[in-house]
């Protein structure tokens, strides 16, 4: 079910102003009838005397009001109930004073009186007035006639008092219920504007329409493949889960994503009347029963925003037009985020070969040798350098050289972990940081290294098959042999000219054969 909506607290004092302006100019117009008919058709000079001072009291308190209105504090509680309970006096007064041919015009005030009380004080304040309106009444006429002969009219009042109380109230809660998801647009869009990172933006999502809707579940898919959706975003049940993938084929993401349409099932616990879709559950695995999903994309992909409840009819259809509006915001924020993290992401790497740069390997052997003092862990550091590669460079040209250097790159990728990290340290030099591994561990990686660098050769242009140069190595071990990202450095590149030294090609120190329960 909906939120309930308190009242009026919601409107400002302007908006309340501006919903009471109309009944205050229909009191002012019925009074100035009500005198007018009274002066021309009563003969009786009591009745129309008593007529005139009604009507001048109605026009009195019109014409006050309205040229004060800038001035009352409509906000104030208070206030609002002297104004009711004075035009509830009035129009109990004209009630007993004026003949059943003008009835009429008491009626009507007290029309105007229920209406503006359910936009003062909501729905309970307003049949409460309705409750005095109608004791005022029978208690006034009972004198003058019998309980019998007045209940139809009471009757036709009360049926018209419950109308327009819920008629009114309806409409305000309505008119809230859009201003508010409103704010909650401009609240998602202010706070997303500063938002650069992916995680960040998916809290504010979810947070924004946990606030705005009465879900159950949401949840945010991008495709991936074909066959396959990935949730970024999945809350369910009052907790969030991790990054998933889910089969796409079949489901009512997949029709989401497939028509590029938004879809709303009120109650999925009834047939989905989709050809080739079926319900297939994620989080807390429990069956939802209303679902409501629209299209999202992310710069080229295709994605889709949905949520659920686990009871039927939870949603309307501007429950559906919040989520499209979020979707979209959404979207734009996700894709900045993504376009920032590329370019913080490029920016840590070596133009020419693609591996980090100096500045990144640094940091990011900093950070994993404090990874590896926390866990107790090892962490070894391989720094290789071209052999000759001055002479190579002179001999050959720049291109050839650029080429060696991105050539073994991709080389140094190929043959270590996802979980290592290679980085350019400068020219011809480059850095190894191996995660997890001893000395000799490192040594077997330098090793395979030092073997696949002697089946590549260059075909520069205009130029025969030209060898693949060779490489040097230096290897060192933390926290064993350096206590610090400086002496690790610094004995690395000890080692790697001592290799140097001892005629290129080579590894310092020489690979030993590792332990059989040791991996390489």
């Known amino acids: 079910m909906l939120r309930r909506i308190s009242f009026p607290k919601d409107l400002l004092e302007h908006e309340l102003k501006n919903i009471l302006r109309p009944s205050l100019f229909g009191v002012l117009l019925l009074s100035l009838l009500l005198g007018g008919l009274a002066l021309f058709t009563l003969s009786n000079s009591e009745e129309r005397n008593r007529i005139l001072f009604i009507a001048s009291l109605g026009l009195g308190y019109s014409i006050f ?64 007035y309705v409750a005095v309106v109608l004791l005022g009444l029978v208690s006034i006429r009972t004198g003058r006639a019998t309980l019998e002969s007045i209940l139809p009219g009471m009757a036709a009042l009360s049926i018209l008092a419950v109308a327009i109380v819920e008629f009114v109230t309806g409409m305000l809660q309505i008119n809230l219920q859009r201003i508010r998801r409103l704010q909650t647009i401009n609240e998602f869009a202010r706070r997303i504007g500063s938002s650069i990172e992916q995680e960040q933006v998916l809290h504010i999502l979810g947070e924004a329409i946990r606030n705005a809707m009465p879900i159950d579940t949401c949840f945010l898919a991008i495709q991936v493949t074909e066959e396959k959706l990935y949730l970024l975003l999945t809350y369910d049940g009052g907790r969030y889960f ?30 989905v009347n989709l050809e080739g879709v079926r319900i297939v559950l994620t989080g807390n695995k429990r069956n939802s029963a209303c679902w409501m999903g629209v299209p999202i994309r992310i710069g080229e992909r295709k994605g889709v925003l949905a949520v659920a409840s686990y009871i039927p009819n939870a949603f309307d259809s501007t ?16 894709h900045n985020a993504a376009h920032h993290s590329e370019v913080e992401f490029k920016a ?3 133009s020419l070969t693609g591996v980090y740069n100096h500045g990144s390997i640094v940091q990011i052997l900093e950070r994993e040798i404090e990874k590896a003092y926390a866990n107790g862990k090892p962490l070894s550091l391989i720094m290789l350098d071209v052999d000759y590669f001055k ?15 991105v050539r073994l790159a991709q080389t140094i990728k ?50 025969k098959t030209l060898p693949f140069p060779t490489i040097s190595q230096g290897v060192a071990e933390f926290p064993r042999e350096a206590s610090n990202s400086e002496a690790l450095i610094q004995l690395a590149d000890r080692r790697l000219y001592l290799a140097k030294s001892r005629g290129r090609n080579q590894i310092e120190p020489e690979p030993v054969p590792l332990d059989e329960d040791e991996p390489s």
């Open 414 to 463: 190929r043959h270590i972990k996802s979980s290592d990290f290679v980085g350019r340290w400068g020219g011809e030099e480059f850095t190894i940081v191996l995660p997890a591994a001893s000395a000799a561990q490192a040594g077997q990686v330098a090793l395979r290294l030092q073997t696949a660098l002697q089946t590549l050769s260059l075909r520069p242009v205009h130029a």
């Open 65 to 128: 009001l309205l040229l004060r209105f800038r001035q009352f504090p409509y906000q104030q509680r208070t206030f609002r109930i002297l104004l009711v309970i004075f035009h509830a006096g009035l129009s109990l007064l004209a009630i007993e004073w004026v003949p059943a041919s003008l009835l009429t015009f008491p009626a009507a005030a007290i029309v105007l009186a229920i209406a503006m009380s359910s936009i003062l004080m909501g729905r309970r304040a307003a049949y409460a």
């Open 242 to 271: 991790p990054p998933q993938e889910v089969d796409l084929d079949g489901t009512l993401s997949g029709w989401v994503i497939r028509n590029q349409r938004p879809l709303f099932v009120a109650d999925a616990q009834k047939d």
């Open 391 to 405: 002479q190579y460079n002179d001999t050959y040209g720049h291109q050839t050289g650029d080429e060696v250097l």
């Open 319 to 334: 429950d559906l037009e919040l989520l499209e509006n979020l979707a979209q915001h959404a979207a734009l924020a996700l």
């Open 348 to 350: 840590q790497l070596d």
